[in-house]
């Protein structure tokens, strides 16, 4: 039987990963104790104290134990926090550690929910291994730790008895992930069809929405921006941006990739794809209407383009989009 800890960080904790975590993983349980007279898991929540308050006091778990309390554990899931992520960060010290030394020196196996990556990260776990997390928060977590590979598209990341999913509901994903390792393929599957979670979905990049990178400082940068946002569906090339601003073409290109982690290319490509994803998702709307809209005209170009950014072809994304409640 494995011994599963469920954190219930200090702070603003996600109470949907921690209590969803507790039903979905009790659930698998008692599936598989009717088939086997066995249980598969025993889950604890775990806190600094108890009982454990949310910062702003709208909820309280009350764990049955501390983390100086716990003698040994298989598997340590660690949920989302909210707020500011330094405060968590600092708030959660003594549990950081506690983390770190389980799986260093005892080689307990971590699981991290959404942005619960970033203390996830505070131990060194990550270093030199990939890690997901929610697709708005996954530039910040590269900059704070650059020794980490962040995979924003990911929807579930392995890494050797580390585990780490994407944005919000997506922690369902790993945990199917995690019954099927403990408990076989079939009780997984049991899981994911009791509880409606698609197995399917191994990419988030479809959920995503490009805002630009804006908190640069660099003022240039920030008008050539500007230019490629207002102007995304006219013939913009490098140069043209270059001459517009008095600046050499090499320079800027360095500056731009520096301030915005993107060439200008790539940036024209993501802002083009975003706006025709938001004409794509109206119902009147057809592909090459999106296309021409967003200044391509070759439809090959176009799908590959969109693909390479989404995951899926401007038809699928539609398909997916345009008709949620039909």
């Known amino acids: 039987m494995k011994h599963i800890s469920i954190l219930v960080p200090k702070g603003q904790y996600s109470i949907v990963n921690i209590a969803g975590a507790f039903q979905i993983l009790n659930w698998a349980n008692d599936m598989f104790f009717q088939q086997t007279r066995k249980r598969l898991f025993d889950i604890e929540f775990v806190g600094h104290n108890i009982p454990a308050t949310d910062r702003d006091g709208i909820y309280t778990v009350t764990p049955p134990k501390t983390i100086f309390q716990v003698k040994k554990t298989d598997l340590i899931i660690i949920p989302a926090v909210h707020g500011e992520i330094q405060d968590a960060i600092r708030v959660n010290q003594e549990m950081i550690q506690w983390v770190a030394s ?5 080689g307990v196996e971590i699981a991290t929910f959404c942005i619960g990556a970033f203390l996830l990260a505070e131990t060194g776990i990550l270093d030199d291994k990939s890690c997901s997390t929610h697709w708005a928060h996954a530039d910040a977590l590269q900059q704070m730790y650059p020794k980490i590979n962040v995979t924003p598209g990911n929807i579930v990341t392995i890494n050797n008895g580390v585990y780490s999913s994407g944005g919000a509901y997506a922690f369902t994903n790993l945990l199917v992930y995690l019954i099927e390792r403990y408990g076989g393929r079939e009780l997984a599957l049991m899981t994911a069809k009791a509880f409606m979670i698609d197995i399917d979905r191994n990419n988030q990049s479809m959920f995503m929405i490009f805002n630009g990178q804006k908190e640069h400082g660099d003022e240039l940068v920030l008008k050539v921006q500007n230019e490629i946002e207002t102007q995304y569906f006219r013939n913009i090339s490098v140069s043209h941006l270059a001459d517009r601003n008095a600046i050499n073409r090499r320079t800027l290109e360095r500056r731009f990739k520096q ?4 060439s200008l290319i790539e940036y024209l490509q ?7 994803k938001h004409i794509l998702e109206e ?3 057809n592909v ?3 296309m021409y809209a967003v200044g391509y005209s070759d439809a090959k170009s176009f799908r590959e383009v969109f693909k390479k950014y989404v995951g899926a ?3 699928e994304y539609k398909r997916k989009f345009a008709h949620v409640f039909s």
């Open 283 to 285: 119902p009147s709307k």
């Open 259 to 262: 301030a915005t982690g993107n």
């Open 270 to 276: 993501r802002v083009r794809v975003e706006k025709a």
């Open 102 to 106: 389980q799986h260093l020196e005892n």
């Open 313 to 315: 072809s401007p038809l």
């Open 288 to 290: 090459a209407e999106a």
